[in-house]
């Protein structure tokens, strides 16, 4: 977030340093063109740089009351054209903030072409432009890239928010550097004897070189932070440098003699400690986290000091380039992994030597069904892996160790796949549910008639899951059909698992259920509505006993109640409807409810 006045000030660890070459005002910016060592805490800010301004850039005023607390200034200028970063490395624990100015003079800096004044509530070891090294992409600690042309002048500004700070050190990265490792940078704006700040590895031999034409002698001093004390014997115009401090030489002339100051820092080369190899049980798109490897790698080195990165060649490892992502999804098999500890005060002091194998072994994967259905006809299905790796070994709940079981009756069954491989078993499990399912049959068909449109229920009595259609129609979920017109249709009713389908030929007519042929002139005869949709229909009623009483048409008025012009009593009588079919065949309806009553 955002930092606010109220900020409270930190009391913090200092880093191990040597006394820094820091200024605190901008006219006085230490001109650098190359990467500095570790410089010391920053304290105070002298001049007001900014002129009483609230803010610059993102800049704001301080618990000072100015935009300035602890201050540095740096100016550097381009001598090739690329893409141009740098990284401010720092304690974890404390707040920097920075501006990056395009301009030739501390009096008209203008706005800053790069920016960064968020806290540090992430506790993060860097902020600047570029890309965070610890491979942070979304850090809000990081500007973008900077594009640069040769001969742009700039002034860094590097600001401590708090009063206490253990110092920081500025690393140049981006593609310039790559291209242009020597001259990125233009050094002849460094008037120093001896040169720019001069950040180094433990190790590295480190020779200051103050030669000068005409010079009758050297003298070599060093400062560790009480005050610069001759070197005895150092008397050459070189000298070897093996320990971090500000080094000065006086060059003794015939007329006046010349001095120069220059600052080397040596970081601590990182030793990476013994990695174990790894085996891991793997799934398709399941990641193994590299930082688990990260504290066997740092062997007790601390990680606010050294980055631990990984690499999928030795190369790439001894360059920095092409870091693994933290979640690294491996192929199946194993893979050599290199790892990289780097010195976060001075990425050019690493380690490369070391590297582990990363076995993965393949969890089954498992693609068979979770639901399986008997076919009552066929008795038995087939059920798990049809096609087995020979590498896995497989166990059913029931006992056997196929990839694959016949079963006959209901229930669950669990198969268990292992795969194993170094001593390590990969498993992978699954329960198929398996439900019989019957042979459809229609027991009975309502139909509720007497009507336009007429509303027709499939009716079984069997279990299973089934669907029907009517008329060749779309299969649907429902057993009920709304709107049927008068007429044969055909009805369908199929299981859902392949395991059947039954036809009926079905006739839609109406009727009334009781008539009254008592002179009131309603309902004095009965009759079947819709014969006409079918083709030659006749209607025979019958008596309770089977005694044929009449025999209609669809041209018939209809039955008056009488047998042979007497009338007959009250009771229930039956019917039979029959008609042609279209192959000419004389077919008697099914599913109508035979019976109706003659009331008086």
């Known amino acids: 977030m955002f930092k606010t006045l109220a900020k409270a000030l930190l009391i913090l660890l200092f880093w191990q340093h040597a006394q820094a070459q820091v200024v605190q005002d901008c006219v006085d910016a230490v001109p650098i063109c190359s990467n500095t060592p570790i410089n010391g805490g920053t304290n105070g800010f002298g001049s007001d740089d900014f002129n009483g301004a609230t803010a610059s850039g993102c800049l704001e005023q301080t618990v000072t009351g100015t935009i300035e607390s602890n201050s540095a200034w740096y100016r550097f200028r381009t001598a090739q054209a690329g893409q141009l970063g740098f990284n401010i490395g720092h304690n974890s624990n404390e707040d920097w903030d920075f501006a990056l100015y395009r301009a030739t003079d501390c009096n008209n800096l203008g706005e800053p072409v790069r920016c960064n004044f968020f ?143 220059v600052q080397v820092g040596f970081n601590e080369v990182p030793v990476t400690g013994s990695i174990t190899d790894e085996t891991y049980c793997y799934e398709a798109g399941m990641a193994f986290d590299l930082n688990s490897k990260n504290s066997e790698a740092l062997g007790g080195m601390s990680p606010d000091d050294i980055m631990v990165s990984y690499h999928s060649t030795q190369m790439d490892a001894q360059t920095g380039l092409n870091p693994l992502e933290k979640n690294h999804f491996p192929a199946a098999g194993s893979e050599v992994i290199y790892v990289r500890t780097t010195s976060l005060a001075n990425p050019d002091c690493y380690d490369a030597s070391q590297n582990f194998v990363l ?137 859902l698992y392949g395991c059947g389908e039954v036809e009926e030929e079905i006739v839609v007519v109406g009727f009334l ?19 006409s949709t079918l083709n030659s229909p006749i209607v025979t009623i019958y008596d309770r006993y089977g005694k044929l009483i009449k025999q209609m048409t669809e041209f018939d008025p209809g039955w008056d109640g009488s047998f042979k012009g007497k009338p007959l009593p009250s009771t229930d009588y039956w019917f039979k409807l029959s008609y042609l079919d279209e192959d000419g065949n004389r077919t008697y309806a099914k599913y109508l409810q035979s019976h109706f009553s003659l009331r008086r």
């Open 359 to 495: 076995n993965t072994i393949e969890t089954p994967i498992l693609t068979f069904d979770e639901q399986a259905v008997i076919c009552e006809a066929v008795g038995s299905i087939e059920i798990g892996e049809t096609q087995p790796n020979p590498n896995y070994t497989y166990q059913w709940s029931t006992g056997e160790q196929t990839s694959s079981i016949m079963v006959s009756e209901a229930g669950e069954y669990t198969l268990t796949v292992t795969n194993q491989s170094n001593g390590i078993s990969c498993e992978a499990s699954r329960t198929v549910s398996v439900d019989i399912s019957n042979v459809p049959v229609i027991s009975s068909i309502d139909i509720e008639d007497m009507n336009v449109n007429n509303t027709v229920t499939l009716n079984t009595e069997v279990y299973g899951e089934y669907e029907f259609s009517i008329d060749g129609g779309d299969f649907q979920n429902s057993n009920v059909f709304e709107g049927v017109a008068p007429g044969v249709h055909t009805v369908s009713m199929r299981d």
């Open 513 to 531: 259920a009781i008539f009254s042929p008592n002179g009131d002139v309603l309902n004095e005869t009965w009759q079947i509505e819709g014969l």
């Open 119 to 261: 806290d540090n509530s992430e506790n993060t070891s860097f902020i600047g432009v570029g890309q965070d090294p610890t491979g942070d992409e979304d850090s809000v600690h990081y500007e973008d890239w900077l594009q640069v042309e040769a001969g742009e002048d700039y002034y860094l500004f590097i600001n401590n928010f708090s009063n206490v700070n253990s110092g920081f050190s500025i690393q140049f990265t981006g593609n310039i550097w790559v291209d242009y490792p020597n001259n990125a940078l233009d050094c002849s704006i460094v008037s120093n004897l001896l040169g720019p700040p001069i950040a180094a590895c433990e190790g590295d031999n480190v020779v200051l070189d103050a030669t000068t034409s005409g010079a009758l002698g050297y003298e070599w001093y060093r400062d560790l932070g009480s005050g610069y004390q001759l070197i005895v014997g150092a008397n050459g115009a070189t000298h070897n440098v093996q320990n971090s401090g500000q080094y000065r030489v006086v060059v003794i002339t015939s007329s006046e003699n010349m001095v120069s100051d």
